[in-house]
């Protein structure tokens, strides 16, 4: 019979225990504090829609601080929100959609090729597949941009131009570019998803099929079709959410012809001044962004089956493509030359001419790397002594590696703790929160976590302008990459080497750092330095947390865009994308993994 | 995943609510900050004695000042300041609204980072940012009785002329003699501005032209040779929502308006509204550029550009410093170097190339309401938004 006593002499042995077992402690620790950095500021947006902020009460007069509609009402039904939320909502869902619809018929025509045909060099094709992926999504609006623009926008000639054609506003801007840049960017995610697919499908089925007699169409019909709509799925519902955050490619392409979207209204609203509208709409992108996501995950388990069916060493018959090697291989080199090579190419070239597409010896120009005074561009110098550029790359660098690495081993922790305290609820809710920034569009995220950061509460003072800002939601943003990474590396690492090391007397502090962080020193590395590099090129959920002096590599591109400097731009961006290969390369040979697929994984 | 259930939910909604004291106590705006205390004496020229060498040595021991200003120039006006004085100056180009949520910002979570700011956004200043406190307003009690009264309360370091402009190669002589002709079909998607949803002062400007309808009422007399039939509530109203249907092409930065109005080749250039210091580019970029000279009623407005001290800041006399330079001698880089801009310091000569002083330029400009412009503010927004948007 459990007295009084009992239970206070139990609470008094669990407290003793806790340099040894402080597991249950550490995780209620880590959940009020992922409660408090992720969860709270998403709620603080949501009040935000509905509580007058000092900007807005100047222009509408309501006093600070009251409750009211004023925000919710201006956004969806008032004379002006056409301009300030519909025209941008409902041009974010044509073009997320087209680009579904370009880019998931082109990944999976390459995962077909690649995985079922006996293309010649598929291996490298898949390397060279997953590139545009990698790098990041606006840098294909950079190069759009130095090639297609007008005078619409000012500054620095386009390429085109110079050549003698001026481009129309509807190619140079707008839908089109913005379509083309992003499907562009995001068809490896739908190859590798179809890939994954193509793999694990045994060709038995289909050879079954065909030895019974079914024609080659009611084979594709009835057995690989129904097999690929869970990537098919998939692929549609991320590529989705990955554009509805998009806002480098928007902003750079559509705001000269005011072509917004939802990230970049949300932007113009925020910097305007509205940020009751700007909450409003940060809440819609959220609440899109979380439906899509967990509508992946719920039809990925109930497609579980469907994976499984392969699981037993699927056979994959590659098909003879015979007279159409050919042509398929032309293509596949087209793809890669549009996706590769054209926009880093050009991008390149443009840094070494003084006005990009005249090809004369006089205008190729080491000034824009090396030069220390440059007569078009006041007080600027080349990429390697602008003060500016060399700032922002010991900004981004400072930032992601912070980041990174309290990301990682926050993501470790939360891997332990779920692990060791396994059907409890502290380890659901673990999983649970530390997974949800990846359901919250990166500019929601962002503004959510300005908005409740910026004044101070409790023992925390204001992150307002402070890099530390940058990098706390920088490594919230990261977290599932690196809990996930965490959880599964620590579920392969049974509970032997530490239940021998507690009953040697050794404390937590001495098991974690002597035996499970050695162990697990290769899944740490890979939760460290996936966001190190996701970290250098993020851009959507920095541009609205920098401010002078904690511009970032990414942020610091959009000012050169907004001067007109194309050349410190495309340099910057080279830079960028140079960084991310030194890294992903380096981490390929630390880790031995595949670096480029773990990109387009779900997580 | 399993094994969720009732209890887990139950779990995470005490946790929430732990939560809770924590987002609703931080959320109280911080309570109204005393106005002026200590150190920074607000003034609009008064008779105290001021003590420039006292002044100096305390900024010297301060050993620097950061600013925020809407102009990159401040960068130069910073070298001079400190070559004169030692105490290096922290200049930062920024936007007003940018600057307005930092300051508000810091102030609020008492943690100020600035001490200086050159600011544009008059409406949000006379109506929010002083009478709340956020920033102080000082004036050189030894330069108050050089400038005009209207000057000193806020106190403006900086006067330029945001005019109508076109390119001359395209055109022989000025194409626009009165502002409603700024609404006639043949003007349509050929008149360049700097975006209004970014820029207040332009906002402002607008506001202002629905407050005259007096002025509206004659050039449109004097320009159609009939009254306009529009009544006096709404003339101002009506000629806005004329303009704005007109198709106006809006670019990020008057220099960007500039470049595309004064480039050197076009047949029919558009015309443009952007700050006269663009045209100090002439030569440099081989622009085209001229002034809108004799329209009626005015050519455009007076910007005036604000030097305020903000609250708490962390280098009080270096900032009072700063601005008596600014208004002394410092305003070189705006008004001597180049053409285009003025000091309301009665005593500096304007730069050759202006066309006249400012008193001549006055008469040629709709002077802003500051608080006119604040209480229509969100209106002319939204009529832009609603008209200048329908493409």
């Keep these: 019979m459990e007295g009084q006593g009992m239970r206070i002499r139990r609470l008094v042995n669990e407290f003793r225990l806790l340099p040894y077992d402080p597991t249950k402690a550490i995780g209620f620790l880590l959940c009020a504090a992922l409660a408090y950095l992720i969860l709270a500021p998403v709620l603080a947006l949501l009040l935000d829609t509905v509580r007058v902020n000092l900007r807005d009460s100047a222009t509408i007069g309501i006093p600070t601080g009251t409750f009211t509609t004023y925000f919710l009402r201006r956004t969806f039904l008032s004379r002006v929100s056409e301009v300030l939320f519909w025209k941008p909502f409902w041009r974010t869902l044509f073009v997320a959609g087209s680009v579904c619809g370009i880019a998931i018929p082109m990944g999976a025509l390459f995962a077909w090729l690649v995985v079922r045909t006996d293309l010649p060099g598929s291996k490298l094709v898949s390397r060279l597949m997953v590139v545009p992926y990698m790098i990041p999504s606006w840098t294909f609006a950079v190069a759009w941009i130095s090639v297609f623009k007008n005078r619409r926008i000012g500054g620095l000639a386009g390429m085109l131009e110079t050549m003698g054609f001026v481009p129309p506003d509807w190619i140079a801007y707008g839908a089109l570019p913005i379509i083309v840049c992003e499907s562009l960017h995001v068809y490896p995610f739908a190859f590798l998803l179809f890939g994954n697919a193509l793999r694990s499908m045994d060709s038995q089925l289909e050879e079954s099929a065909r030895v019974l007699g079914a024609s080659s169409f009611a084979i594709s019909r009835r057995i690989v079709l129904p097999l690929l709509k869970p990537a098919l799925l998939s692929s549609f519902l991320l590529t989705f959410s990955r554009v509805l955050g998009s806002f480098g490619t928007p902003y750079i392409l559509g705001s000269g012809v005011k072509y917004y979207l939802l990230p970049t209204a949300l932007y113009n609203s925020y910097k305007v001044g509205s940020p009751g509208v700007a909450a409003v709409i940060a809440c819609v992108t959220v609440l899109i962004g979380v439906s899509l996501v967990a509508l992946d995950m719920f039809f990925v388990r109930e497609y579980r089956r469907f994976i499984t069916l392969g699981g037993k060493g699927a056979m994959v018959r590659r098909r003879p493509l015979g007279a159409l090697t050919l042509p398929a291989l032309f293509l596949t080199l087209i793809s890669l030359c549009l996706t590769i090579l054209i926009p880093l190419g050009t991008l390149v070239l443009t840094t070494f001419m003084h006005r990009p597409g005249l090809f004369t010896v006089e205008n190729f120009t080491l000034d824009y790397w090396m030069g220390t005074s440059i007569p078009a561009m006041v007080g600027q110098k080349g990429f390697f002594f602008n003060p500016d550029i060399l700032r922002s790359l010991k900004n981004s660098v400072w930032i992601a590696g912070s980041a990174s690495l309290l990301c990682g081993f926050l993501g470790m922790l939360v891997g332990y703790i779920v692990v060791r305290l396994p059907k409890s609820r502290v380890a659901a809710y673990l999983r649970q929160v530390s997974f949800l920034p990846y359901l919250v569009p990166s500019i929601g995220f962002a503004a959510a976590s300005l908005s409740f950061f910026a004044v101070p509460r409790g023992p925390i003072p204001s992150l307002y302008g402070s890099m530390f800002l940058l990098v706390l939601v920088m490594s919230l943003k990261y977290l599932p990459f690196a809990s996930r990474s965490g959880i599964t590396a620590m579920t392969q690492m049974g509970n032997e080497p530490e239940e021998a090391a507690r009953v040697c007397g050794a404390g937590w502090l001495r098991r974690m750092g002597r035996i499970v962080l050695p162990l697990q020193k290769h899944a740490l590395l890979t939760g460290i330095l996936l966001p190190l590099i996701s970290g250098m090129k993020e851009q959507s959920l920095v541009i609205m947390l920098a401010t002078p002096g904690t511009e970032l590599m990414t942020t610091q591109v959009l000012r050169f865009i907004d001067y007109g400097y194309t050349q410190l731009s495309n340099a910057t961006v080279v830079g960028i994308v140079g960084i991310i290969f030194i890294l992903t390369l380096s981490m390929e040979r630390l880790t031995g993994a595949n670096l480029a697929s773990g990109f387009a994984s779900r997580g | ?391």
């Design chain 2, 1 to 391: 995943m399993k094994g969720i259930g009732k209890k887990a939910y139950l779990f995470v909604g005490a946790l929430l609510l732990l939560t809770l004291p924590l987002i609703a106590g931080g959320k109280q705006e911080a309570p109204k900050p005393e106005t002026r205390k200590g150190e920074v004496p607000a003034g609009a020229g008064g008779q105290e004695s001021f003590d420039l060498n006292a002044l100096i040595q305390a900024a010297q021991k301060e050993g620097e000042v950061v600013a925020y200003f809407t102009s990159s120039r401040i960068k130069d006006v910073g070298t001079a300041f400190e070559k004169k004085y030692g105490i290096k100056v922290k200049g930062t180009k920024m936007g007003d609204p940018e600057q307005a949520e930092r300051v508000i910002r810091e102030v609020d979570s008492k943690n100020v980072l600035v001490d200086v700011i050159g600011f544009e956004d008059g409406a949000l200043l006379e109506g929010k940012l002083i009478p709340e406190g956020y920033v102080v307003n000082w004036v050189p009690p030894d330069l108050a009785p050089l400038l005009s009264p209207e000057d000193r309360n806020p106190l403006v370091f900086l006067w330029q002329p945001r005019i109508f402009g076109y390119n001359f190669e395209s055109y022989k002589a000025p194409p626009i003699k009165n502002l409603w002709q700024l609404n006639e079909p043949a003007w349509k998607g050929k008149i360049l501005i700097r975006d209004p949803a970014q820029t207040p002062a332009n906002l402002a400007f607008f506001a202002n032209i629905a407050t005259n309808p007096r002025l509206l009422e004659e050039a449109y007399r004097s320009y159609y040779g009939k009254p306009s039939g529009i009544n006096e509530k709404d003339i101002g109203w009506e000629f806005l929502k004329r303009l704005f249907q007109n198709e106006l092409i809006v670019m990020r930065s008057d220099e960007d308006v500039g470049d595309a109005v004064g480039a050197a080749g076009q047949k029919e250039a558009p015309i443009g509204f952007y700050t006269l210091t663009k045209q100090r580019d002439n030569k440099a970029k081989n622009l085209k550029l001229a002034t809108m000279k004799g329209m009626v009623p005015f050519m455009g407005y007076a910007l005036p550009t604000y030097a305020l001290i903000v609250k708490s800041c962390p280098h009080p006399n270096a900032a009072k410093l700063l601005i008596h330079y600014i208004l002394s001698e410092g305003h070189a880089p705006w008004t001597s170097r180049d053409m285009g801009a003025f000091s309301p310091n009665q005593k500096a000569a304007p730069h050759p190339d202006n066309e006249g002083t400012w008193t001549d330029w006055q008469k040629r400009l709709l002077r802003i309401d500051n608080k006119a412009a604040l209480k229509l503010r969100q209106e002319v927004l939204d009529l832009w938004l609603e008209y200048g948007h329908k493409k």
